[in-house]
Nanobody, 121 residues
């Protein structure tokens, strides 16, 4: 099991920045993917960005250039730097970790509790 603790959400005016953090409770297995999803009010959860252990990233097309995902494996933590925030970025942001366990040949997924980001115009 992995517990994920998110921090850094809050309220900001349009054009501002926030940095989210998500710390995992233990060191992950070597094949893993860390990332962020978000759920705007009244909408479905959607991908924001992911990053694998090799540093390869994947972003939602609409967020490229404003959001940056990074990770610090020594701290078992993934970050999301959000710049030039817009009111439409308002959502609950969720951290997600997926890891492949070779002994069982299974992929396990874990979600954080979510952190609210509110952007006012």
């Amino acid at each position: 099991q992995v517990q994920l603790v998110e921090s850094g959400g809050g309220s900001v005016q349009a054009g501002g920045s926030l940095r989210l953090s998500c710390a995992a409770s233990r060191t992950l297995f070597s094949i893993n993917l860390m990332g962020w999803y978000r759920q705007p009010p009244g909408k479905q959860r959607e991908l924001v960005a992911t990053i694998n252990r090799g540093g390869d990233t994947n972003y939602a097309d609409s967020l490229k250039g404003r959001f940056t995902v990074s990770r610090d494996d020594a701290k078992n933590t993934v970050y999301l730097q959000m710049n030039s925030l817009k009111p439409e970025d308002t959502a609950v942001y969720y951290c997600k970790v997926s890891e492949y366990v070779s002994s069982s040949k299974e992929v396990y997924e874990y979600w954080g509790q979510g952190t609210q980001v509110t952007v006012s115009s």
